[in-house]
């Protein structure tokens, strides 16, 4: 747990990169996550089994298992892009139920997809921008620049490429892309899809140094196939196996 930590905010000034070991600021919403006896798959075919899972706000839960397991059926139901068969998802003490995979951005529950997806055909700033339609906004206000500033002092590579194309990153900086965008949102729930896929071991740790500096501000479920030092954020784990969660350990008896 890092909700007693004391690592202070951030104070960088504009323009410079976030110092390591600092806190991200501009956090500090997050919503404690339960989900009970979650059913969900594929039209008729179910693929979750009754999945419990209690992540307090601000804690870091880490989810692994092997391909098919179920990791991004999950994520991806709590997001709201498929629909629930059974079970509930509450966040903040309020169901999400009724509510459609937009709105629940616009509160918060924000999914960094699995493989990126990012836009390549739109520009790194745009698809940045494309986040103020969350807020409901067509035109940049002062706080979608602030906000977009908060992202660019964490990943400086983002703002010396804003206007390429965003298919023209590389994969670590796509990975950073679509974690900065989710950031755009101020999640106060942050759904991690195998952030560190397909990457070398240099960018996986930079993107571990980012999420922590964001870990405590939000709430996070960070999904890996395996244990590795992405995971190694998580206060607690838990394995899934066959579309079932087994109930998560603290990360240090884990190891
Ligand atoms: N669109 C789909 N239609 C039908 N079945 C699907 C669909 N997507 C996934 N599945 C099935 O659901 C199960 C869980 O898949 P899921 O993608 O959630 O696993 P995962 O743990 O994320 O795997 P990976 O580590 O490969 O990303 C698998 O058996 C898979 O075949
Ligand atoms: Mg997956």
Redo the contacts with the bound molecule.
Sequence with gaps: MTMGSERQPMAAPPGAAVPPGARWAAGGQAKRLDVDGLRS???R?T?LHDVDLHVEAGEALGVF????????????TIAGLLPTQSGTIVVGGTSLQRVAAHARVARGVVLVP?GRQVIGSLSVGANLDVMMLVRGRLTHDVEHRRRREEVLEMFPALRARLRVGASSLSGGEQQMLAIARALMCRPSVLLL??PSQGLAPTVVELLADRLSQVKGTVTMVL?E?TENALLALADRRAR?RM?RLEPATPTAQAE
Excluded at 65 to 76: D, M, S
């Design positions: 798959g594929y039209g075919l693929v298992g092997p391909n098919g397991a179920g990791k991004t059926t999950l994520l991806a699995e899809d195998e999904v196939q899934m579309g």
